[in-house]
């Protein structure tokens, strides 16, 4: 069983930058391909990005291109996601998943960590 543990949320004004990590716990993290999806109140949990096995496939979703950047190292086991330029709509709980397959079928999520954007 592989377990995912987020880290790096917090509270952030709009404009600035904030870098979430996601640690395989059980698991060799070059054995997946990961992603990031999200959640705000009262909405579905939505894609965010991800990131092939070995890291040259990265995929984005329109409202973060531009802003976010997803990457990993294996070698450490964690995976990352460099958010930017945030917005109070980036405002949600993100989640960390991990899966197999093209395209990449999440089978195991992490607990989420809380990101706040204000103004």
């Known amino acids: 069983q592989v377990q995912l543990d987020e880290s790096g949320g917090g509270l952030v004004q709009a404009g600035g930058s904030l870098r979430l990590s996601c640690t395989t716990i059980?698991?060799?993290?070059?054995?997946?391909?990961m992603g990031w999806y999200r959640q705000a109140p009262g909405k579905e949990r939505e894609f965010v990005a991800s990131?092939?096995?070995?890291?040259?496939?990265?995929y984005y979703a329109k409202a973060v291109q531009g802003r976010f950047t997803i990457s990993r190292d294996n070698t450490a086991n964690t995976v990352y996601l460099q958010m930017n330029n945030l917005k109070l709509e980036d405002t949600a709980v993100y989640y960390c998943a991990a899966g197999v397959g093209v395209p990449i079928r999440f089978t195991f999520w992490g607990r989420g960590t809380q990101v706040t954007v204000s103004s």
């Open positions: 059980g698991g060799t993290l070059s054995a997946f391909g």
């Open positions: 990131i092939s096995q070995r890291g040259g496939g990265q």
